[in-house]
Nanobody
């Protein structure tokens, strides 16, 4: 059984940084699809960033500010978020085994892949 546990959310002022972590157990990290989503109005989740091996994807709204990375030895996925803005405020979800083929928007904690419980990020102006 795949288990996904996020951490690292919190409250920061605009311009600040946060680093989200996600430990994924029961899952093979090497060359696997993993990503970070955030909840948007309408109770959907938008793909913020994804990684598979050396390939990465970033939503236009976060390019140049967010960096996704993985630590295979510790089965951990990271999302470094810099220059945070109030519009980045959302619940962020880590997801394993989700492909870009599923689209950029999915129901949060979709039946596709394995999702964590989410972590709140709040950015104040």
């Amino acid at each position: 059984e795949v288990q996904v546990v996020e951490s690292g959310g919190g409250s920061v002022q605009a311009g600040g940084s946060l680093r989200l972590s996600c430990v994924i157990s029961g899952f093979t990290f090497d060359d696997s699809n993993m990503g970070w989503y955030r909840q948007v109005p309408g109770n959907e989740c938008m793909l913020v960033s994804a990684i598979r091996g050396a390939s990465t994807y970033y939503a236009d709204s976060v390019k140049g500010r967010f960096t996704i990375s993985q630590d295979n030895a510790n089965n951990t996925l990271f999302l470094q978020m810099n220059s945070l803005q109030p519009e980045d405020t959302a619940v962020y979800y880590c997801a394993a085994d989700v492909s870009l083929d599923y689209g950029l928007f999915l129901p949060c904690q979709s039946e596709y892949g394995s999702w964590g419980q989410g972590t709140q990020v709040t950015v104040s102006s």
